[in-house]
């Protein structure tokens, strides 16, 4: 596959397109580079060219042949509610954003390959789902949530046009959620809590994927795309019971009936925020994906596994603490003279 | 002050008068802690004070204790975790060697080291524990013990309690792509073809092995490379005897079924405890399948063939065991 020499990053203002942009612009031999949102990427991009279009609109299809790209890759899904962007609106910047996006891609000869930071949610997450799902294991189980049904809907878009344009490389990245220390995320910020609230009697198999490790898969299959989807999830899992251990957080075990309507009201004011309809089956079922593929085809190495990735997160929050810790682990750690 | 003095001279008489080390130990803890507060120390410091001077065995638990809680333990990437596994085995060999006083026979045949897949018959209306007890042979038999994975039933992973426990023992969901995972990770793996058509059947068939799901087993088995050691266990029809179902309580809690014993739900809580049957036992010689290669998983007859020729070793070992144990209950 020739290498990427001419870039354009849709979804630019969003924190992975912003990241990936200002890894490539260090490059030399990409000799063009260009971004497209509705908003302004962050300060301290030099070269890359910002185009303003919203991705829901057929505008796309004029600007895009015109920058004569060579790689587009597609940062623009969005996973979760934020204030300027409710949940009414991503349906439509997630389905019909990536129609629009692929047929402004239809136009644009000079496209090689296409790169989609999709989601994980795409498997679900459940009682009897496997451990480890493998790429071609989507929609064995049924579509329960709105997102679920949407990764779904834009996955078959993706592959769609894949099939009528063989010339065109096609990855579809599915991601599992990330967590970072400077991340500003539902699940991010709900890890972060002083007591965390908990499904009684459940204790998820997590895979949270390092922030580094996210932008660093994502320029890895920008450079070197292969065809079909890949997961980008961390090696290994972590219990939710055993992280929260790690973080010394207490938690609050509540009847998972309970949990979803509790985090609503909790989350709110602990600021934490409520988890979106995907999150508490999360959060219940846990999710773990094979990363095979990631490490052989695109041959991305995370840095992190998933206890790495924990760990990582856990000694840079839990700097913020304010007073000693009222962790049981801790107390007991005392007694037995043990340090931090 | 002075009513301390006085505690702390009689102490010694009866703290050596205990025979319980741990009560004693605990008793001069306390003694000191005392000692550390009335010295103008903050509580949590005397305690930790106190602490110092405790003997090595409780030092030892208190450090296990707290590196527990701190998450600083091991878990594979299934969530299996050896450390609560250890700690619950006593109860399986409690039930093990007093309650179902098992006799187990051919433990070597099971491989010291590498990939294998167990294969038995499943029995055990309402909780099964053939599993448990197949994994106690090889544990207290074995010249090389080593922990086995075992298949359970994707419904208990929905459930609250049950799924953590499951996961934590070495219990994964019942799915060809777990099991070929792990064998390919060279574990030792359980697997029961028979399913819920097994554990649900009436009292009135016990014993009669009901059809090996599609072979599945053996394509994970021909994938993997792994040998198939056929293992029959008998005394696990007894434990519940399922004389008939609970359909409604079935549908509501959307379990598989809902077993009526002579004991549940009759007797409540106390219901669930099994009978005290007599259990046998037998791994059988393993199954050689290096010969076919893993292209032979896409040939449908051979699966047939060989699920086939698995079900009848394993019945026909059910039966001599059977015979073998005599009364099901003395």
Redesign the interface.
Known sequence: MSAARRVVIVGVASQWGAELARRLERDPSIEYLAGIDSAAPPEGLERTDFIEADIRSAVLSRLLPGTRADTVVHCGVLWYPEPDKPARILHDVNVIGTLQLLAACQRTETLRSLVVRGSAAIYGCEGASPAFFTEEMARTLPLRTRFQRDASELEAYVDNFARRHPAVVCCMLRYQPEIGPGLDAPLARYLSLPVVPTQLGFDPRLQLLHAADATGALEAAARNPVRGAVNVAPTGSISLSRFLRLARRPSLPIPHPLFGPALGRLGSQLGAGPLYGDGVRFLRFGRGVDNRRLRTEISYEPRFDAEGAARDFVTKVAGRRIGPSLHPGDLAGRLAGVGR | MSAYAGRAESEPDSASASALPAAEAMADFLRRMRVGIEGGLDP?SA??EA??ELPGTL?EV??R?????????R?????FDEEFAEAVYPAFEFLYEVWWRVEAEGVRNVPAHGRALLVANHAGSLFPFDASMILGAIMKQHPLPRWARFMVL???????????FM?RVGG??A?P??AT?LLEQDELVMAFPEGIKGTGKPFSERYRLQRFGRGGFVEVALRSGAPIVPVAVVGSEEIYPKLGEAKPLARAIGAPFVPVTPTFPWLGLLGLVPLPSKWRIEFCEPVDLSEYGPDAADDRRLLFDLSEKVRETIQEAVYQNLVKRGSAFM
């Open positions: 949590m305690a930790q602490a110092g030092r208190f450090e204790v707290a590196l527990r809680l701190r998450g600083e333990y878990e594979d990437e299934w969530g994707d419904w208990a992973f929905a459930l609250p309690f049950i799924s953590t996961r994964v969901p799915s792509h777990n995972r």
